[in-house]
């Protein structure tokens, strides 16, 4: 409660005017009050004056969110809407506590780091007698109603071999692996949940391009999940021990930069690790110099390398006929971090390739904040506006830099009839 009373302030820089409901997508599907940035600013402030209830309609809009900035982005008085909702959860969290699912998986299998390969790995074994192939590349479909899932949600198979797992990533080094009589960029990557457990072929093309365009590459066995989807159901203290835990992970290595394939994660390590680690003053210089080494791996090959990864002759994929390929810009990636041009830059760099701009590209695809896990519904009619603007473009493929992104996207795809492939920017290099 402390905390959010102390954004009380941030709440009060709401002059109403609306601005944000032109572009939140949750307002646009649900069109109720509640549902905007305002509508939930008003509610928080009348909850911090005992006004309403914590419960009920406070605690549902609340939830009602995916944390994708749009109305920060848009706000005239800039008030840091994510941070205030962040804390309302926060707050929720500690007063009702997490749904049992999604607490069991946080404190039991996330928080310690060890039990969630194992768990994973079992159930990529079993994953057969739960859901089945669909018509779909990349996707499967539960065989029955499942609690969460539902009967028709297209998911994604576990990987066989994890991307940690695999012998030509435990092939490299987890310290400093660079040669010292050679000037050359050393870089550690960060895999992410995402491209450990779901997508190791991104993992590997990531590594691959980050060489081929001149880095030492690393990869610290000892990482674990960023602690962003701890942070969005508001179990905060759980995501703080990630932060921490991966902190001193790479803090071991002595890296030039730390690199993500995941929006997500690139956030999480640039933005939130600061919010969760930084007002120990004994962490606060540390996560600083931490944070300011991460780069997504789009700016990392672009801005830092110079894109030399981007040639026909590298890449060995100039050949043939080009496909048409279209770009989503994940929210993460875009509003969070402010990267836009270089995504874009890959594809429009990548042999094969003709990029095609699609309406609306920064609308959100509506998986953050948890959303698509505790509004399923909510979260996939959000997507229904991206499917729609991905039909119109005509593209062959749709490319985006989240795995997270990849996942709800390939679904959406599937659920509303858009004969796209779904892929990250790296895949088509």
Same mark, same amino acid.
């Given at each position: 409660?402390?905390?959010?009373?102390?954004?009380?302030?941030?709440?009060?820089?709401?002059?109403?005017?609306?601005?944000?409901?032109?572009?939140?997508?949750?307002?646009?599907?649900?069109?109720?009050?509640?549902?905007?940035?305002?509508?939930?600013?008003?509610?928080?402030?009348?909850?911090?004056?005992?006004?309403?209830?914590?419960?009920?309609?406070?605690?549902?809009?609340?939830?009602?969110?995916?944390?994708?900035?749009?109305?920060?982005?848009?706000?005239?008085?800039?008030?840091?809407?994510?941070?205030?909702?962040?804390?309302?959860?926060?707050?929720?969290?500690?007063?009702?506590?997490?749904?049992?699912?999604?607490?069991?998986?946080?404190?039991?299998?996330?928080?310690?780091?060890?039990?969630?390969?194992?768990?994973?790995?079992?159930?990529?074994?079993?994953?057969?007698?739960?859901?089945?192939?669909?018509?779909?590349?990349?996707?499967?479909?539960?065989?029955?109603?499942?609690?969460?899932?539902?009967?028709?949600?297209?998911?994604?198979?576990?990987?066989?071999?994890?991307?940690?797992?695999?012998?030509?990533?435990?092939?490299?080094?987890?310290?400093?692996?660079?040669?010292?009589?050679?000037?050359?960029?050393?870089?550690?990557?960060?895999?992410?949940?995402?491209?450990?457990?779901?997508?190791?072929?991104?993992?590997?093309?990531?590594?691959?391009?980050?060489?081929?365009?001149?880095?030492?590459?690393?990869?610290?066995?000892?990482?674990?999940?960023?602690?962003?989807?701890?942070?969005?159901?508001?179990?905060?203290?759980?995501?703080?021990?990630?932060?921490?835990?991966?902190?001193?992970?790479?803090?071991?290595?002595?890296?030039?930069?730390?690199?993500?394939?995941?929006?997500?994660?690139?956030?999480?390590?640039?933005?939130?690790?600061?919010?969760?680690?930084?007002? !120990? $003053?004994?962490?606060?210089?540390? @996560?600083?110099?931490?944070?300011?080494? #991460?780069? +997504? /791996?789009?700016?990392?090959?672009?801005?830092?390398?110079?894109?030399?990864?981007?040639?026909?002759?590298?890449?060995?994929?100039?050949?043939?006929?080009?496909?048409?390929?279209?770009?989503?810009?994940?929210?993460?990636?875009?509003?969070?971090?402010?990267?836009?041009?270089?995504?874009?830059?890959?594809?429009?760099?990548?042999?094969?390739?003709?990029?095609?701009?699609?309406?609306?590209?920064?609308?959100?695809?509506?998986?953050?904040?948890?959303?698509?896990?505790?509004?399923?519904?909510?979260?996939?009619?959000?997507?229904?506006?991206?499917?729609?603007?991905?039909?119109?473009?005509?593209?062959?493929?749709?490319?985006?830099?989240?795995?997270?992104?990849?996942?709800?996207?390939? !679904? $959406?795809?599937?659920?509303?009839? @858009?004969?796209?492939?779904?892929?990250? #920017?790296? +895949? /088509?290099?």
């Amino acid at each position: 409660m402390d905390k959010l009373k102390g954004l009380t302030t941030e709440t009060e820089k709401c002059a109403r005017c609306g601005t944000c409901r032109s572009t939140c997508p949750t307002f646009r599907v649900l069109g109720r009050e509640g549902a905007s940035a305002r509508g939930k600013l008003s509610l928080i402030r009348a909850y911090l004056g005992g006004e309403v209830s914590g419960k009920g309609v406070y605690a549902r809009h609340i939830k009602e969110c995916a944390l994708c900035g749009a109305c920060k982005d848009s706000c005239p008085n800039g008030v840091d809407t994510v941070g205030v909702f962040a804390a309302a959860r926060s707050e929720l969290a500690a007063r009702e506590g997490l749904p049992f699912a999604a607490s069991f998986i946080m404190k039991s299998l996330l928080e310690p780091g060890r039990l969630m390969p194992a768990a994973l790995k079992f159930a990529s074994r079993l994953q057969g007698l739960l859901l089945k192939d669909s018509s779909v590349e990349s996707g499967l479909l539960p065989r029955f109603s499942l609690p969460v899932v539902g009967d028709s949600r297209l998911l994604p198979p576990l990987a066989k071999v994890f991307f940690l797992d695999m012998p030509e990533v435990r092939a490299l080094p987890e310290t400093n692996g660079k040669d010292a009589s050679i000037k050359q960029i050393n870089v550690a990557f960060y895999a992410g949940c995402g491209v450990n457990y779901l997508m190791p072929e991104t993992g590997l093309f990531s590594i691959r391009a980050l060489k081929r365009a001149g880095a030492s590459v690393t990869v610290p066995a000892s990482q674990i999940c960023c602690g962003m989807p701890a942070y969005s159901m508001g179990d905060v203290a759980t995501a703080r021990g990630m932060a921490l835990k991966n902190l001193e992970v790479f803090e071991r290595g002595g890296f030039d930069f730390i690199v993500t394939s995941c929006a997500t994660c690139g956030y999480a390590l640039k933005t939130m690790f600061k919010k969760l680690l930084g007002d !120990d $003053a004994a962490l606060k210089d540390r @996560v600083a110099a931490f944070s300011s080494k #991460v780069r +997504d /791996l789009s700016e990392m090959l672009v801005n830092e390398l110079r894109y030399k990864v981007f040639k026909g002759e590298v890449s060995g994929k100039g050949s043939g006929k080009k496909i048409t390929v279209t770009y989503h810009d994940p929210c993460h990636l875009n509003r969070a971090q402010g990267i836009r041009r270089e995504p874009r830059e890959m594809l429009a760099n990548a042999p094969g390739v003709e990029f095609k701009e699609m309406k609306f590209p920064c609308a959100c695809c509506g998986l953050g904040g948890g959303l698509s896990t505790t509004n399923y519904e909510l979260s996939i009619e959000i997507a229904r506006r991206k499917a729609q603007s991905v039909k119109d473009s005509g593209a062959d493929v749709l490319a985006t830099a989240c795995p997270g992104c990849i996942v709800q996207l390939r !679904d $959406a795809m599937h659920r509303y009839g @858009v004969d796209v492939k779904v892929v990250h #920017v790296v +895949d /088509l290099l």
